[in-house]
């Protein structure tokens, strides 16, 4: 895979490269030494994109475990609410139909500190 980077460099004006020299930040003038220094070769280039690609694809796979244990967890609940659902059902049927039902005082032995 080729690359071919385009720059282009513009020089400091007069006023610029003056400040610069005045506090002691100026630096010789070369268009292309940065870009030389900065430049990849393919190899690096390659590498350098092999490695993203690398995290990439740890990411989507952390990713997609994460949303399969939270999928997991969705079932798991879910199953909790349907159970708690025929529970809330069973005990409203049982007040319904056994509400009438009292115990009378007199039938039930006193308690024992009596």
């Not at 895979?1 to 002691?24: D, K, N, Q, Y």
């Not at 010789?28 to 940065?34: D, G």
């Amino acid at each position: 895979m080729t690359v071919r980077l385009h720059c282009i460099f513009i020089a400091p004006s007069p006023l610029e490269r003056w400040i610069r020299v005045m506090l002691g930040t100026a630096r010789p003038f070369s268009a292309f030494a940065e870009l030389e220094r900065t430049a990849m070769s393919d190899h690096d280039l390659s590498e350098a994109v092999e490695e993203r690609f690398q995290v990439l694809e740890s990411k989507a796979v952390h990713t997609s475990y994460t949303v399969d244990e939270l999928n997991s967890v969705v079932i798991r609940q879910q199953d909790q609410i349907d159970a708690l659902i025929v529970e809330v059902t069973n005990l409203r049927e049982a007040v319904m139909t056994g509400g009438d039902r009292t115990i009378d005082a007199g039938e039930e032995p006193p308690p024992p500190h009596y």
